[in-house]
Each structure stands twice: as C-alpha cells, then as structure tokens.
C-alpha cells in the first residue's frame, strides 16, 4: 500500500512539473512583453520580476498553475496595516466569507477599515474592480495591490489593464497618506495555516526515508491511518483553534479553516503512513509471534503484482490489503496451502510483520 502511494506521488509530482513547466514558459513570456526585468523563479509565488512603471520599480508576479494563473502588481506605498478585498464566488458564499456590498473581505481591525473607506469608498474601489477586471485589492504594510485571475491563458490580460491599475493604485494611495498605522500578521498566518504543516510533513517523511520504513510495514494499512486520526485530529483542532485566537478574526476563518484543512490533511496522510510506521517498527521491543494460516485465494492485480488473501487474517481484518508475495512464492502456492510468517505488536501498538510469509505444505 506504501509502495502504490510513493509511486502514485512521484506519478502526480510528474504532471506537477509539466505543468509548472508550461505555467512558467507563458508567464515569463508574458512579463517579457511588458518590459519585466529582474526575473526571479521561486515556488510561491513562483515567477517575479519588475517593471519600470513611471519612474519607479513597481514589483510584479504571477502565482498559480495553468488554467488558474494569477497575476499580481504591487505599488509601493507607507501605509501599515492590512484588508483584502476580493469577488466573491460560490464557494466564499459556502464557506460563509464575510461580504460587505458586492465584495467579499478580510480585515485586521475594523475601526482601521471604516478610517480606510471614508478616504476610498467602496464606489471607486467598484469603479476600480468594473475598469481594470481585476479580482482582488489589497493593502498590506508598505504597500498596496492587485490581482487577476485567470482560467485559462495569461495572455487574455489586457496589458493597457495593468497600466490603469497602476494609476489607480498611486490615486489611492495618495488618499491614504493621513491613514494611521495597523497591524499586519498575513505573514505569519500564511506561515502557521500553509508551511508549517507542510514543512513538518517534509521533516517526518524524511525521517521515514532516512530511517527505512518499508521495513516496518504493517499488516492493516487502515490500523495506521486509524491510529494517525486519533493523534493528529486533536491535534488539528487544538492548532486550528490557536491560529484563530492569536492571529485571526471572523473575517479570516474561512481561509484560516480550509487552508489549515488541507495542509493538515497532506500531514496526516504522509506523516500516518511513513513516519508512524516508521516509529511503530524500529522502537518496537516486543517478541516475534508466529502467525499460521491458510491460503483463501491468489491472483495477480494488473498494478500490485501477484497477491494472496488469507483465511484467518482477511476473515478477521476483511479491510485488510492482501499480501505481496515473490514470483517463486506465487508458482508454488496453492489455495488450502498452509503457511506462515512473524508479527510484532508494534510500539504503537499497530501489528506489522517482521519476516517474509514462508509455505508449510510441501
């Protein structure tokens, strides 16, 4: 089961970076022909440059991956403090996102905002999302932008729309020069909520690999995933809870909430089946037990290989996978064949079988 997982991640990462390839190769062309310079290649966002704009370096890049690009410009500006604006779509209306007119948003202090749209009422921030097409507008410390989303090709980006962006984004941040100063901590819950989880989930499935799980696999994948549930689900709602009370509000729960979901769901999967089988098996002090048993049926699966289901273990665990056995094994071995192999209990307390399965009937 661990063995179909690796090759089906390694199978995904595959069209990941054909994707990223391609993603990358338009983008870059794109930029090019705005005049873009200073190109930088990095994951997220995963392509930057800048573009001479008026006498200043105004910063631009494009995160995403084909058929769901976003492209982003940013104007320098000395204003501290942070709301985003943005068009709401079905799945924000879902996720109850907070909407204010026709816009969805997020805000670190709403006394702030209320400061912010007396300088820059929400008619001209429409006007702005209505002329430009733009999806979303942001102010952050020391600076504000601006993004389009696109579904398919970068290139249907009106360049003239960047320019009037541009324009737009200087206006207003001269209307904002009186604004006093807020807090800002989208930094650190993009850290908490995304990389975080996954730079642990790197952490323990390096550990794994370093540590050789696969010779510690256990009988019953779905015991570990089970086992992985009841320590990682507290977990996840104890870490959840903190990021909201330290560094979120109302407004942000429901990309707090989805982004810490799916980062958390990647951690439980990987680090449950490697690096708890990894644990399970090499602090594992317990004595070997024999287990015999008998052959119920053999085929071979056109993806896994040559496979044997057995009568006690499978009767007792039906939602146990059927065990891998050697070309030699297979020829030999006949339905009502007794066999037999080890287990251990497993430190966790998970069982997994610590020697290979081995034919009693001659």
Known sequence: MEMLIILLSLFLLVIFLFA???SFREARNYLLELGAVNFKALFFPYLSAELMWNGLRVKIWVSGLRRNFKLYVSFPSKIEGYLRLWTPDLFDRILGSKLENSFAQEFEDSLWVKRVLNKINLKSIEKFFKDTGIHSFEIRKGELRCSWQ?????SQIDKANIY???????EFDSLLIEVP??????GLRCWLSLKVPLLLTALFLFLALIGNFWKYLVLCTLDLLYLGLKIFGFLYLLYLT???????NRSFFPRIFLNTTLSFMVFYFITSLFFLSFINGKFDTSTPEVKKDIIASKYIHPKRGKEI????LHGRKRYCEPLKVSDSFYKRAKIG????YETKTGFLGVEWKCSSIRLLTP
């Open 337 to 340: 064949d007794k066999v037999e």
């Open 181 to 186: 100063k807020s807090t800002d901590r989208e």
């Open 309 to 312: 289901i057995l009568k006690e």
């Open 150 to 154: 696109i579904k398919k090709k970068i």
């Open 20 to 22: 990223y390839h391609k």
């Open 164 to 170: 009037n962006a541009l324009n737009q984004l200087k």
């Open 242 to 248: 903190l990021i909201i009370f330290f560094v979120a």
